[in-house]
């Protein structure tokens, strides 16, 4: 007997049609003689749907509000499933965050888990009960109910795996597994048997959403087996592992690409002790993430900086840089939505010379611009214009041996 987690994206139950398909899969499960916990998404497009609902009634909807509103999604497909898994006759309970007790902080939105209580959870199991608990939401130390972030259920199920130590943490979605590259822009992009929780954190980190990046922290530090498979058929799946693998690795072993970029620069800024300071504390205090960054020194003593944020963050980032840049002297402020960043990654990176050279040539082979570019010991990425990202995928899917060969 086995203690399994899975949990099913929104694709996998986005009519009552495929919540019944998921209970099969659950029950076929519990029938082979393990104990079960599911974690479910809301439908796919219902926590789009409800974010637009809410930005039709204000333009910055109370972040509070935000996230009751937004659990209702996964407490639908939680209250679906546990439906039709009792008129299956199986013994199963619903459980939202805060009765499955995932603690978190009180940041709305995008809230982390500090804690979660098993117990609740483990008497269910202990009953032989199937636990059908919420995704994505958790209550903070107030008793307010919070959201992990879009893409968050992923995290859910893996912190939960991770507290009440489950053998397996399987992750229901609609594609067999992680590919080298995002199969729905790259058609020969190959499934990954198995992949570092190194490389799948740089790789969630740099755009490939399949999983979301907290989930594989909690991987890597809990040592929680993560298997990525389909929920549509019985392919295998890709197997997320805790060290690196013994095999052989190729040099690239993945190509992402992420159009929630925004670039800002403010030109010519006085150069002098300080000034990178006066321009990025503001936006530290904000709580607003900067990626890359670009200084340009100019004759006459001033330097241009040009850094990015993500696209949600830009609106806010423009109008303090403005504020910043009237203090300081700076000569003005641009702004660019329209672009994306693509990155390559690679363990095999560290002890291989040449790998951005190849880059930036199979990017220029295409006329594709390089417009920033950054480095990390296990991968490179580039700014590209955002209609040229797919593109740029593609390219270098190929120029670095990954496409799959049929
Ligand atoms: P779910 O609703 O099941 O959580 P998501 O839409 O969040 O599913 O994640 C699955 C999607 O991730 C796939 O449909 C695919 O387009 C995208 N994706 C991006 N990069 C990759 C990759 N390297 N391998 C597999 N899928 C990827
Ligand atoms: N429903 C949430 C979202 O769409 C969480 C998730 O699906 O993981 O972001
Ligand atoms: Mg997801």
Redesign the pocket.
């Known amino acids: 007997m086995a203690l399994i987690v899975q949990k099913y994206?929104?694709?996998?139950v986005a009519d009552t049609k495929r919540i019944q398909n998921v209970a099969e899969r659950v029950a076929k499960t519990y029938d082979a003689g393990n104990q079960v916990v599911v974690i479910l998404?809301a439908m796919?497009g219902v926590t789009d749907k409800l974010i637009g609902m809410a930005g039709s009634l204000s333009d910055m909807p109370d972040k509070r509000e935000l996230d009751v509103l937004l659990s209702t999604g996964e407490q639908t497909t939680a209250a679906l499933l546990a439906i039709a898994l009792k008129s299956m006759n199986y013994k199963a309970e619903s459980m939202l965050g805060f009765q499955a007790d995932i603690q978190t902080d009180c940041n709305f939105g995008d809230a982390r888990i500090v804690d979660i209580g098993a117990h609740r959870i483990k008497s269910g199991l202990d009953r032989g009960e199937i636990i059908v608990a919420a995704g994505f939401q958790g209550c903070d130390a107030y008793g307010n109910i919070t959201t992990l972030g879009r893409?968050g259920?992923?995290t859910s199920a893996v912190a939960i795996a991770a507290a009440i130590e489950a053998d397996m943490c399987e992750i229901y979605?609609?594609?067999d597994?992680?590919?080298?590259?995002?199969?729905?822009v790259c058609d020969k992009?190959r499934k990954i048997n198995t992949i570092s929780c190194d490389e799948m954190l740089e790789?969630a980190s740099l755009g490939?959403?399949?999983l979301h990046k907290r989930s594989v922290e909690f991987a890597l530090k809990h040592k929680v087996l993560v298997y990525v498979r389909s929920s549509f058929n019985e392919e295998e799946g890709t197997m997320v592992v805790n060290g690196e693998n013994d095999m052989e690795r190729p040099v690239v072993s993945?190509i992402?690409f992420s159009k929630n970029e925004a670039r800002i620069t403010l030109k010519r800024v006085p150069d002098r002790p300080g000034i990178a300071a006066a321009v990025f504390t503001p936006v530290a205090d904000a709580d607003i993430n900067v990626d890359m960054i670009i200084q340009n020194t100019q004759a006459g003593g001033t330097t241009d900086m040009t850094f990015t944020v993500s696209k949600d963050d830009y609106k806010g980032t423009l109008s303090l840089e403005k504020e910043i840049a009237r203090k300081i002297g700076a000569e003005a402020v641009l702004g660019d939505e329209n672009i994306a960043k693509v990155s390559i990654i690679g363990v095999g990176m560290k002890s291989h010379s040449g790998v951005a050279s190849m880059m930036f040539d199979a990017l220029a082979k295409e006329n594709i611009n390089i417009i920033m570019i950054s480095t990390s010991e296990i991968r490179i990425s580039c700014v590209v214009a955002e209609d040229k990202a797919e593109l740029a995928v593609r390219v270098l899917h190929t120029a670095f041996g990954l496409d799959k060969t049929e």
């Open positions: 994206g929104g694709t996998s998404s796919s893409g259920s992923d979605t609609d594609v597994g992680i590919y080298t590259a995002d199969p729905n992009a790789m490939a959403k399949v993945g992402t």
